[in-house]
């Protein structure tokens, strides 16, 4: 995925904090974690989808987990990963800035008994690694959680809590709702789409900090479906910024095209997705 030339010429975290900044997504949303502090949309994370659960199990299967490793979650969501790995390693610390969601992992720990799971609220970023934390920990990774505009710091920062793996795992390519994004930002609202940053961006600052990560990169097809053609457009009204009848009327006509039934059980939106699974070890053996 590097580029070699190119790699050892441009400043890999600039590149990254500017294709943040002009993130259509992140620009016009308020950031990630304020996008999710919705209790709403916690919910509807923690609710365990066919896909999701196919990549909490990628996610899972790509880590070294065993029933002695103490692990950490970085930008953890609703738990998806932190508690079914909790059922396999001694403990997971679980660092989640969205206050709603850290009320609905907080919930699910409660009610399912968990006692090996610690809730740290802030963004990684800000977080007092000796005080919130408990260092070192055998694997410490984030999953398509990396909102932050300066990644070096970031990768840093779990290099010197980590004494074992390091993973991050983010898109090669663009998500379901990118390309959405990306074929009617212009209709919608006259400008063009700028996507966030993706996985080559991570790798080529890794190997401009003198990390040379093991990298795999894999494709599933992502099954966006809904009961009936509104609830689509429903779903997509907050992220597109819908706010007219005639905005509406262009999501219709493009999610009427692209949906497809689904054997009389509603409709679905497909996509390949390509995602990257990024490890490395963060002290010299």
């Known amino acids: 995925m590097a580029t070699s030339d190119v790699a050892t010429e441009a400043d890999w975290n600039d590149v990254w904090r500017s294709r943040m900044e002009t993130s259509t997504a992140l ?22 989808s066919e896909d999701d659960c196919g990549r909490v199990a990628w996610v899972i299967s790509s880590l070294p987990v065993t029933p002695e490793s103490r692990i950490l979650d970085i930008g953890a969501g609703a738990g998806a990963i932190a508690i079914p790995l909790s059922r396999q390693a ?15 992992l907080r919930q699910t720990v409660r009610e399912a008994g968990i006692e090996n799971v610690a809730i740290v609220g802030g963004h990684w970023e800000e977080i007092d690694l000796d005080r919130d934390l408990d260092p070192p920990y055998d694997i410490a990774f984030a999953s398509f959680s990396l909102g932050m ?52 961006v991570i790798e080529n600052l890794l190997h401009q900090m003198g990390i ?7 494709s599933y097809e992502h099954r966006f479906s ?7 457009v429903d779903a997509f009204r907050g992220r597109l910024l819908i706010e007219t009848a005639e905005q509406e009327e262009t999501l219709r006509a493009y999610l009427a ?8 059980e509603g409709l679905v939106l497909r996509h390949q997705v390509r995602r990257a699974c ?3 070890e963060p002290h010299p053996p």
């Not at 001694?90 to 609905?104: F, G, N, Q």
Request: with cysteine.
């Open 27 to 48: 620009k016009r949303n308020r950031g990630c974690s304020d996008f999710w502090d919705d209790r709403k949309k916690a919910r509807s994370r923690a609710a365990s």
């Open 212 to 218: 040379h990560p093991d990298v795999s990169v894999s």
């Open 149 to 200: 505009p300066d990644l070096r710091t970031a990768i840093e920062r779990m290099n010197r809590v980590c004494s074992g793996t390091v993973a991050v795992f983010h898109f090669a390519g663009l998500p379901y709702w990118e390309q959405v994004m990306l074929d009617t930002w212009p209709d919608l609202h006259g400008v063009p789409y700028q996507p966030g940053p993706k996985a080559d």
């Open 257 to 264: 095209a692209r949906f497809t039934g689904e054997g009389g």
């Open 278 to 280: 990024i490890r490395w």
């Open 90 to 104: 001694a403990a997971v610390t679980a660092v989640e800035p969205a206050r709603a969601m850290r009320e609905v």
């Open 226 to 232: 809904v009961p009936d053609l509104d609830a689509g």
